[in-house]
């Protein structure tokens, strides 16, 4: 544990990004690749894409290598600076690998409000019996590659796949509603999945990734912690180059142990609006100063899944 004067601190680190600790390792690559975290292969490398192969000789989810089940919920609308960090992998999904390690968001973890979005990492271990009902309940050895289109126009789309076959559903304003069909109940199915899962599972404790945004000069937030976690000034891209960037961008990869327990210890306070104020209410941000600047900084657990920029795509 951490005594009160680091905490009281918000602890600065190594170098010039992250001030005071020599064992620390932070990663400031906010718009090139970042390194990788620990992972024996990339999500490219597990997914295979490009085949329609009906089957795969996959009647098991925990058999083979790599990811053997995901269910991935991505895009919206519009999203909001940090909904584009939060929701890179889905704002909702579950990933199985041939271990039955299973990692997943979506859930709601304990002391946070019912109104706020939460994007909040788990992990787990499948039983045997889970394995078996999972397989079951999804159909898994029926699998066919498909693609779907439905009526609705926030710009969704789902994602089921495991290698070599992937499922989509995807909404249009102007298509044709489709009605509940068995892609439909297979996804219906894996949120339910995520949900039990995400009660059962641990919090991540590993590395986060973390975007820090400039706020225009003329935004305020008397209430925001004089010391920030980072040196926000030096990792932090504009608010304008923010809204240039897609989902896939990799942000920077945070791996000091202090500084990533004490951004996670953030997320409460965050999201019971301890920070909030008019000028930034989104309430998945926590807003930092440093020599009368304001800035944003968002941040996202990382699973060992992920390529070296933070993605997981069945593509």
């Known amino acids: ?67 053997r089940f995901a269910w991935q919920s991505m895009g919206m609308g519009f999203p909001t600076v940090g909904q584009k960090l939060a929701c890179q992998n889905g704002g909702a ?5 041939a271990e039955c390690h299973y990692w997943t968001q979506g859930g709601r973890p304990e002391g946070m409000p019912d109104d706020v979005e939460i994007y909040v990492a788990r992990t787990g271990q499948l039983t045997a019996e889970q394995e078996e009902q999972l397989s079951s309940d999804m159909g898994y050895a029926d699998w066919t590659a498909r693609a779907e289109v439905d009526s609705y126009a926030d710009g969704t789309a789902e994602y089921l796949w495991r290698p070599g076959l992937t499922m989509t559903l ?86 000091d142990p202090d500084v990533v327990e004490l951004l996670r210890e953030q997320r409460v306070p965050i999201a019971n609006g301890e920070y909030a104020d008019p000028n930034n209410p989104d309430r998945i941000v926590l807003p930092v100063q440093e020599d009368g600047q304001l800035y944003f900084v968002y941040f996202r657990d990382v699973i060992p899944l992920e390529d070296d920029n933070g993605l997981i795509r069945p593509y």
Request: with cysteine; hydrophobic share 40%; proline share 5%.
């Open 170 to 255: 995807s909404g249009n304003l102007f298509a044709k509603p489709l009605g509940q069909t068995q892609l439909k109940t297979w996804i219906d199915t894996a949120a339910s999945w995520s949900g039990k899962l995400y009660d059962a599972g641990t919090d991540m404790d590993g590395p986060l990734r973390v975007r820090a945004v400039t706020a225009p000069a003329e935004m305020t937030n008397p209430g925001a912690p004089e010391s920030p976690l980072l040196d926000v000034a030096e990792m932090a891209i504009t608010w304008d180059n923010d809204a240039l960037l897609d989902m896939s961008d990799p942000a920077t990869l945070v791996t």
């Open 1 to 67: 544990m951490h005594n009160e004067s680091a905490r009281a601190s918000l602890v600065r680190g190594c170098g010039a990004t992250v001030r005071g600790s020599a064992a620390c390792v932070l990663f400031a690559l906010l718009l090139v690749g970042c390194g990788g975290q620990g992972s024996t292969d990339s999500a490219g490398g597990y997914a295979g894409s490009g085949s329609d192969s009906p089957r795969d000789g996959a009647g098991r989810i925990c058999d083979g290598t790599g990811i």
């Open 93 to 97: 999904y579950l990933f199985v690998d």
